[in-house]
């Protein structure tokens, strides 16, 4: 069975770095999409950055470019978002989640920061940035 459960959320003041890691079991990264994505209160669920395993490429949601980078560890299945000069805008609960490479919109010139696109589905870490 996919599990993925992501951890390292937490309160940080603004301009403070979180590292968040996704911990996966049940698959291989190697021919997988994985996203984070993130969901504030009375929000829609939106897309932070993305990755393809196989060639290591990267995407970002506009509102984070420069600050978040996204990383993946294919030997541990494990995926990784660094954040970095945090701020308040940036709280929600954050999920990483996983879609097969080639049922991925990303495969046929696409993006992988859509929500619905994606299969399986982390629990969610908070993270919480103070002013």
């Known amino acids: 069975e996919v599990q993925l459960v992501e951890s390292g959320g937490g309160l940080v003041q603004a301009g403070g770095s979180l590292r968040l890691s996704c911990a996966a079991s049940g698959f291989a990264f190697g021919d997988r999409v994985i996203g984070w994505f993130r969901q504030a209160p009375g929000k829609a669920r939106e897309g932070v950055a993305c990755?393809?395993?196989?060639?290591?490429?990267?995407y970002y949601a506009d509102s984070v470019k420069g600050r978040f980078t996204i990383s993946s560890d294919n030997a541990k299945n494990t995926v990784y978002l660094q954040m970095d000069s945090l701020k308040p805008e940036d709280t929600a609960a954050y999920y990483c989640?996983?879609?097969?490479?080639?049922?991925?919109?990303?495969?046929?010139?696409?993006?992988?920061?859509?929500?619905?696109?994606?299969?399986?589905w982390g629990q969610g870490t908070q993270v919480t940035v103070s002013s």
């Open positions: 990755i393809s395993s196989d060639n290591g490429r990267t």
């Open positions: 989640a996983v879609e097969q490479l080639y049922y991925s919109p990303l495969y046929y010139g696409g993006s992988c920061l859509t929500p619905y696109e994606y299969s399986y």
